[in-house]
């Protein structure tokens, strides 16, 4: 998900001769100016990520402040097209995307907006009016699916009333009945206070929700590669992002328990995704270059995390004849000896190494559990760099 976040601050420019300070007001509405997204280009936008081998991106089509990066009808002079970058942002990325990559592509949008006048009104209603709602939400809502028709629309800021508010269910009947899209399009449950982790095509319930057990409905994990904010910051430490190693045990992790990972990198104004950020997406994509079988189109099993071994995770994937399972090892083992308690074996069974050529030997330590015999392997043969996906066939308890 690409996030553009504006924010009102006030700063002191300094003092006069005299002494005294002077100060002035920087409003929300100072900060258009300043996005000019003058290097945004799309299509590189588009090669990092179809390079980190994502399935879908989201793109921030309006936060909560009302900044439109499309030029909305419901938007005058506060959206992308009047002022600041005087472009469509959301057009030119979601036609780079369908045209170099087979991503499907999303967009966010935020039900509320902070200081809007007829938000304000129907809050100090008690919300017993819709003047906002169908003044700006819900057009805006038909615009973006009518205009650039997204396979996902990812909804947000809906925490301060209950969908009735929001007309949501009547919106989302036309989505899924009348809409371009009705055949193709699927959404997440902020729709309402009432909504969350109850409805929806897939669950977000909170920010980088992860739930520890296995959910009842599809859930999506919605992180950021900065810990510490959604949006770019200037002042960012490298600590603060998320090493590769920490961002391949979320997924492995997520995948594990039945989630999808929504990755959040922030741009800054001038349209460019900093180097930091296009370098995880980059290592991700290599990584499932190789672990790839052992993510995409599987399952959770029925061990998600090892009984011996913590860092060990697992998925699995049905086949024609039975089910193989991918045991993801998140730290090499320091012996030559990999120890596993989730699995049961026997003769029939196989233990590979995804990107490696060659079988692996291995001992049963009883009617459950396995001990995996790991060779030298010189470095120029090691599949990857960081995790480690195990492939094992013919299980007894598969």
């Not at 296995?214 to 200037?234: A, I, V």
């Not at 800054?268 to 190789?290: A, N």
């Not at 991918?326 to 990107?355: C, E, N, Q, R």
């Not at 060779?375 to 960081?386: D, H, K, L, R, V």
Request: proline content about 5%; aromatic content about 14%; charged content about 20%.
């Amino acid at each position: 998900m690409v996030l553009v976040r504006l924010a009102g601050i006030q700063s002191s420019i300094g003092r006069n001769v005299y002494g005294a300070e002077l100060q002035t007001k920087f409003y929300l509405c100072d900060f258009a100016p300043q996005f000019t997204a003058e290097f945004f280009d799309p299509y590189r936008w588009a090669d990092i990520f179809k390079s980190s081998l994502a399935r879908y991106v989201v793109l921030v089509t309006k936060h909560h402040e009302g900044f439109t990066n499309w030029p909305s009808k419901y938007s005058w002079n506060w959206n992308a097209m009047d002022v600041g970058p005087n472009r469509d942002l959301v057009g030119e990325l979601a036609a780079a995307i369908r045209e170099k990559t087979d991503i499907h592509f999303g967009v966010y949008h935020s039900l509320f907006e902070w200081f809007n006048p007829l938000f304000e009104e129907d809050q100090r209603n008690n919300f017993t009016t819709q003047n906002f709602v169908f003044a700006k939400t819900m057009p805006e809502l038909y615009e973006l699916v009518n205009t650039y028709k997204p396979e996902i629309v990812w909804s947000d800021g809906d925490w301060m009333v209950e969908d009735t508010y929001w007309n949501a269910t009547q919106f989302l009947a036309w989505l899924y009945n009348d809409s371009p899209v009705k055949d193709t399009v699927v959404v997440n449950d902020r729709w309402g206070s009432n909504i969350r982790c109850h409805h929806g095509g897939f669950w977000n319930c909170d920010d980088s929700y992860v739930p520890g057990h296995l959910m009842p409905h599809k859930w999506e994990n919605c992180m950021t590669l900065d810990r510490s904010s959604w949006g770019y910051r200037r002042n960012a430490k490298l600590s603060d992002i998320y090493s590769i190693n920490d961002f391949i045990a979320l997924l492995v992790k997520t995948i594990s328990l039945g989630g999808n990972l929504l990755v959040n990198v922030g741009p800054t104004k001038d349209g460019i995704i900093s180097p930091i950020f296009e370098e995880r997406l980059l290592q991700m994509g290599e990584w499932l270059g190789v672990n790839g079988d052992a993510i995409f189109g599987t399952q959770p099993w029925k061990y998600q995390n090892d009984t011996v071994n913590s860092n060990v995770w697992y998925t699995a994937k049905k086949t024609n004849a039975s089910t193989v399972v991918y045991a993801i090892i998140l730290k090499w083992p320091s012996t030559s000896t990999m120890m596993l308690g989730a699995p049961s074996v026997s003769s029939k069974t196989k233990i590979s190494l995804l990107g490696y050529n060659g079988a692996f030997t291995f001992t049963s330590t009883g009617t459950q559990g396995v001990a995996v015999d790991i060779p030298p392997i010189p470095f120029n043969q090691m599949p990857c760099q960081w995790g480690w996906a195990f492939q094992l066939d013919n299980l007894n308890n598969q």
